[in-house]
């Protein structure tokens, strides 16, 4: 799954040469791509024109379930930073369905999306809370997943909402270190990377923060945030992560119920 971010504009030859070209085909069976700002900066014609046909894939927001997880994958992109009264509908009609189809049992749900709901490092978002407030305050949300910034940040369990919030934005783009983040109390060393311990704000829960050199940027190596990527495994009634290196270096593994 890309979630969002295809630079500068996200033009059709962008979307081409920059991920269609480039994407790693064999990692799955199928590829979803996400709406995000930057693919929204020329009009959302590369996104929509280009790189949905090609992924066989019919609309940006979208939601497939198995035996146990309802996934729902939102569009936070073509309203910027928020979704409309029809997409909350969508979400609501689905959710209502495959708790109707499960015998009134709610399926575990997991959100995607290129925005944040909220996050300890750059600014919030007020306009998603305020749309999905009633799943939020209603624990329905076991764990969102969303890019946008480009960090990788694990945040601990919501203390009003319950779920599990994950920043998945290192994926491609170089993006400087924070001092606030270097400065930040180390939790985990793992070789020349390690996970930083931040404290909770009052829109933040407590998270952890990768930190470390980014041996991809030759010669700048020390200035930028190490590349990464996480997997999902859906086993039964458990979600599995793991946040990798570029390289393929296991550097996280945890499991949500």
């Not at 064999?26 to 996400?34: D, E, Y």
């Not at 930083?196 to 020390?222: A, Q, Y």
Request: include cysteine; charged fraction near 25%; charge should be negative.
């Amino acid at each position: 799954m890309h979630l969002g971010d295809v630079y500068y504009s996200g033009t059709e030859d962008e979307v081409q040469e920059r991920f269609l070209d480039v994407w790693p085909k064999s990692a799955g069976k199928r590829t979803i791509a996400v709406n995000s700002n930057h693919e929204m900066y020329s009009g959302g014609f590369g996104y929509y024109k280009r790189a949905l046909p090609a992924l066989g894939q019919s609309a940006s927001y979208l939601a497939f379930e198995n035996a146990h997880w309802l996934l729902a994958v939102l569009d936070t992109a073509y309203i910027d930073h928020d979704i409309d009264n029809e997409q909350v509908a969508w979400l609501n009609l689905v959710i209502r369905q495959v708790s109707e189809a499960n015998g009134g049992t709610p399926k575990k749900l997991v959100l995607f999306s290129h925005q944040q709901p909220f996050s300890r490092l750059d600014s919030q978002g007020p306009k998603l809370q305020n749309a999905l407030r009633h799943l939020l305050q209603s624990k329905a949300i076991t764990a969102w997943y969303w890019g946008h910034e480009h960090q990788c940040v694990i945040y601990d369990s919501h203390p009003h909402y319950r779920l599990r919030g994950r920043c998945l934005g290192n994926g491609g783009i170089p993006e400087p270190r924070k001092k606030e983040v270097r400065e930040a109390r180390t939790e985990t060393a793992l070789g020349p990377v390690m996970w930083k311990r931040m404290s909770p704000t009052n829109d933040s829960p407590s998270c952890l923060v990768l930190d470390g050199p980014n041996p991809d940027v030759k010669g700048d190596e020390e200035k930028f945030v190490p590349h990464g990527y996480m997997t999902l495994e859906l086993d039964g009634p458990t979600l599995r992560e793991r946040v990798l290196l570029a390289d393929g270096t296991e550097i996280l593994h945890n499991e949500i119920e």
